[in-house]
């Protein structure tokens, strides 16, 4: 081993490092099951965006989206689960600790950036200032996208919690509701078919275009995550698995503490 390695190992394993408990492991569970539904989700939403282009039949049709609305369940309820967590965790998982704002919040920011560019790094327990917009904008997004959703679900395929209604909204008299068929215009009231088309068209309008600024908020997010690891060290992305940062001095936001 060199001279340089060597010192570089010792200062490793010097005692101006430490272990800091960062993310519990809701907010972690939380965090990866998100990503592979998320991915999932784009996967499915990107072929029923083309299902034209790939020739995909009605069949096909009502396949995609039954697949992409039970990954959307998942999706949900653990979104659901992870905003009931930021009221009840503790503090790594709370509002306080992502919210951007609040007394301080614009100085800070000011300082994290001024001191970023300058080469002298901050490093954060939870987020940083900047990381903070971006998970606030990420949940806010992934909301939308779960709320217009699950209408779609019910409109699209008449799957739960709003496809009872819509069934019984679109039934042509005389079919009972909890018979109506995806895809299947001779089971549905013409006027109340197209009275339904029409209150749907704005959700399937913000889940399009909520698609895109989600796919461009996650880059920039994934971008960050990697510039800032690089610049200020701290083991972000290990940390999201292990829960726990090294870093080399103490945390800016070192009034938090999770373990
Ligand atoms: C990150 C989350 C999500 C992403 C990225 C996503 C993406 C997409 C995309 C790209 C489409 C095609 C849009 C179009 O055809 O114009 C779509 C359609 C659809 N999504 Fe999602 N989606 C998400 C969450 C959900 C959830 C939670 C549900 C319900 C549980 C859901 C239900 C639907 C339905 C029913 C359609 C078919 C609408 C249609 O094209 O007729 N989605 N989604």
Known sequence: MTAEKTQRGQRIGSADLAVYGAWDASVRWFHWINVLAVIGLVAVGVVILNAKL?????????????????????????????????FIGGPGAHWRSF???GRGYVAEARTYIADFIAGRPRQYLG????GRIAVTLLL???????????VLAGTDIFYP?????????????????????PYTPALYDEAAWDAMR????????????????????????????VVTEVREGGNLVSAMFTGKKLLSKPPSDSARSDG
């Open 54 to 86: 790939l020739g995909v039949t009605d069949d096909g049709m009502v396949l995609l989206k039954t697949v992409h609305v039970w990954i959307g369940y998942v999706f949900a309820v653990n979104l659901l689960w992870r905003l009931v967590w930021a």
């Open 99 to 101: 919210l951007p704002g």
């Open 127 to 130: 987020h940083n200032p900047l």
């Open 140 to 150: 806010l997004l992934m909301v939308i996208q779960a709320v217009t959703g699950l």
């Open 161 to 181: 919690p709003f496809g009872g209604f819509i069934t019984e909204w679109v039934a042509a008299s005389g079919v009972p509701p909890d018979t109506l068929v």
């Open 198 to 225: 029409s209150f749907r068209k704005p959700f399937i309008t913000v889940h399009y275009y909520n698609f895109y600024v989600l796919i461009t908020v996650i880059i920039i997010h994934i971008l960050a995550v």
